[in-house]
């Protein structure tokens, strides 16, 4: 499989790198106005624009758009008259829907909307995508042998499954580390050093994420396992339970992320 990356920034190298190490991409074609900056990679062709790209006459299976959604009202009309009608087109960027898509780049084509997030650049990533009513048995195929390279998978039915997904896993990674770094600091106010604090934030988290995978547990029960009555955790635990604190806290973020989703498009 030919890709036809357009736009390459964090989103965009995240799926680069994966599919870097996929036999079935056998090639990308990177097009951004930094691509030449970046050191060279097997199976990857860099180019600075979608005209010099179009001068080389080459041919792709699939374009991936992974522009920030700001962007797509600048950059779709000049990428149009270099992708052919049939082409299918995944795009990554946030809010932009499938009606939008077709707006933007003509109703030819088949469209996905996807979010991946950025643990796929490691095989670890976590993917949402539907299809627009272009796509055939054949776009959904490759469609998803594309994104399993970065991770598992997860088709929803339309546009709001979508920014669901965005909302949760897509923005999920940087909970996550939102939430180690509070811990770092914590430990920091205790006393230990940057090292010894960030050893003893990340280290929880990685055996933390390491064990619930290998065990095939849910985190409740793992939770419960690491919970003595009346002990020091449940003493931690109580304080995040206090009028559901940490689930609110939780809620209000996937919600205030799930709106922006809905909003970026219409901006």
């Given at each position: 499989m030919k890709i036809l990356l357009i736009g390459w920034g964090n989103m965009g190298d995240a799926m680069l790198q994966g599919w870097v190490r996929s036999p079935d991409v056998t090639h990308i074609d990177a097009v951004s106005p930094h691509a030449k900056d970046r050191p060279a990679q097997t199976k990857v062709s860099a180019f600075g624009s979608i005209e010099e790209w179009a001068s080389q006459k080459r041919d792709v299976d699939m374009a991936v758009l992974a522009f920030k959604p700001f962007k797509f009202v600048e950059i779709?009309?000049?990428?149009?008259?270099?992708?052919?009608?049939?082409?299918?087109?995944?795009?990554?960027?946030?809010?932009?829907?499938?009606?939008?898509?077709?707006?933007?780049?003509?109703?030819?084509?088949?469209?996905?909307?996807?979010?991946?997030?950025?643990?796929?650049?490691?095989?670890?990533?976590?993917?949402?995508?539907?299809?627009?009513?272009?796509?055939?048995?054949?776009?959904?195929?490759?469609?998803v042998k594309l994104l399993s390279v970065l991770g598992e998978t997860m088709e929803v039915a339309d546009d709001e499954g979508i920014n669901a997904v965005s909302a949760v896993s897509g923005s999920g990674p940087a909970y996550f580390y939102k939430f180690i770094e509070s811990i770092e600091n914590t430990a920091l106010n205790m006393g230990f050093d940057a090292n010894q604090a960030a050893l003893l934030a990340r280290q929880s988290f990685f055996g933390a994420a390491g064990l619930l995978k290998a065990s095939g547990k849910d985190p409740a029960?793992?939770?419960?396992?690491?919970?003595?009555?009346?002990?020091?955790?449940?003493?931690?635990?109580?304080?995040?339970?206090?009028?559901?604190?940490?689930?609110?806290?939780?809620?209000?973020?996937?919600?205030?992320?799930?709106?922006?989703?809905?909003t970026l498009g219409k901006n």
């Open positions: 779709c009309p000049g990428l149009k008259p270099y992708l052919k009608p049939d082409l299918p087109i995944l795009s990554v960027a946030a809010g932009i829907t499938l009606s939008q898509l077709t707006e933007f780049l003509g109703e030819d084509h088949p469209f996905i909307r996807t979010m991946p997030n950025t643990p796929s650049a490691i095989g670890l990533g976590m993917t949402g995508y539907c299809f627009s009513n272009k796509a055939k048995p054949y776009h959904k195929d490759i469609t029960t793992l939770r419960a396992e690491v919970t003595s009555p009346k002990g020091a955790t449940a003493a931690g635990i109580a304080v995040f339970d206090e009028n559901r604190a940490l689930e609110s806290m939780v809620k209000r973020a996937i919600a205030a992320a799930l709106e922006r989703n809905r």
